[in-house]
């Protein structure tokens, strides 16, 4: 069942996602972070979405799992056409605009190509533990996606701290909802005690994180990769 | 089963190199800015540099002025990679004695961020006060 801390990582998730469209939007940067915001915006409705079925069916329900799971999913893909703008942004200066967009096409069709054929060889028991293994395959995508634009970052020397901040925080998401994903396939007893707050305090995080750098940082800010790279002289 | 082992292993590994540089992005930013006297007088660092160990003093500061709103998962964020940071000097000292000197400096930006925080919350206080009066008069 529902406790108070969940409904208050709920509440406190819909109201930053709210609160980091509004903030794009006050600071007119609407066409520069376009599919982040349209994230954003998609994660409230899902947020509203889940209270609906929370209401209607219950916490415990299948109806509840699916839509979860799904949506999640969905919300996923959407957050991968975030990850290809900032390696537009990245790569702004080297005329591969084309290639970007091809190479996102492909990865597209590729994720749809490799989901099909999970749901086909599953379409018999479209059980728990397909649901659980597609997450944990499509933020390990993101983990991949999200580490290579981190890779690209510090050797083209991108100092714009905006960016840079957006894409650590991204990576701090994924990596660790894939390492729940995957520590969930392998413990499944520890879903109910620890692991079940980890995607929640993500959803969570990542708002914030945003929201935190929207504010705080500004456009103009500069800052030197090389120093961000743990080193030990 | 293989496939999950291996995904969880990269993905701690991988979290970790985010959230340190993060963390490090973060205290990058708060270095550039300069404390006021007031936060120094506020914290007993008048008269000296920020310091590794003011960390903890400075949060418990930070935590008695009224929340902004904007900063606390930063601050519980920073405060993971203080944590961190007092682990790797703590192991260091046996293992590699070189690495205690980095830890310090980052312990150090740690501080100053905790300072910044202080510093900004400061200001806020002092503007919800000098707003209540004029609301009562």
Excluded at chain 2, 31 to 36: F, M, N, P
Excluded at chain 2, 54 to 68: G, H, I, K, N, T
Excluded at chain 2, 72 to 84: D, F, P, S
Excluded at chain 2, 120 to 137: E, G, K, N, P
Aim: glycine share 6%; with cysteine; aromatic share 14%.
């Amino acid at each position: 069942m529902l406790g108070p801390f969940d409904y208050a990582l709920w509440i406190a998730g819909f109201l930053v996602e709210i609160g980091v469209v509004v903030c794009v939007f006050y600071r007119r940067d609407l066409l520069r972070y376009l599919p982040l915001t349209i994230y954003m915006l998609c994660a409230a409705l899902v947020n509203c979405g889940q209270y609906f079925y929370v209401e209607r069916f219950g916490f415990t329900s299948e109806q509840y799992f699916y839509y979860y799971y799904y949506t999640e999913s969905l919300l996923t893909i959407l957050l991968f056409w975030t990850i290809i703008h900032f390696y537009q942004q990245t790569f702004r200066e080297m005329s591969v605009k084309g290639y970007i967009r091809g190479a996102a096409a492909l990865l597209l069709l590729a994720t749809a190509l490799f989901s099909y054929v999970v749901v086909h060889e599953n379409r018999n028991h479209l059980t728990t533990r397909f649901v659980v293994e597609l997450g944990q395959n499509l933020h390990f995508v993101g983990v991949v996606l999200t580490y290579l634009l981190w890779g690209a970052i510090l050797k083209l020397r991108e100092t714009r701290t905006r960016l840079i901040q957006l894409v650590l925080a991204l990576g701090v998401y994924f990596s660790a909802t894939a390492c729940t994903y995957a520590l969930r396939n392998l413990f499944p007893g520890l879903q109910p005690f620890v692991l079940r707050w980890v995607p929640p305090i993500m959803g969570v995080w990542l708002p914030i994180a945003w929201a935190y750098t929207f504010t705080k940082v500004s456009e103009d800010s500069r800052l030197a990769t090389a120093r961000l790279v743990a080193r030990a002289r | 089963m293989m496939a999950a082992a291996l995904i969880c292993v990269i993905s701690v590994a991988v979290f970790l190199q985010f959230f340190v540089s993060y963390c490090r992005s973060v205290l990058a930013v708060s270095r550039k800015v300069e404390l006021s006297d007031r936060v120094r007088e506020v914290s007993g660092i008048a008269n000296r540099n920020i310091g590794a160990d003011d960390f903890a003093r400075l949060v418990q500061l930070v935590r008695l002025c009224p929340e902004q709103g904007d900063d606390a998962t930063e601050i519980r964020a920073v405060g993971a990679y203080y944590g961190l940071l007092r682990m790797v000097k703590y192991l260091s000292t046996f293992l590699v004695p070189g690495v205690g000197t980095w830890t310090e400096r980052e312990c150090q930006s740690c501080s100053h961020f905790a300072a910044v925080a202080l510093d900004r919350r400061i200001s806020y206080s002092r503007d919800l006060f000098t707003q209540q009066v004029a609301d009562r008069t």
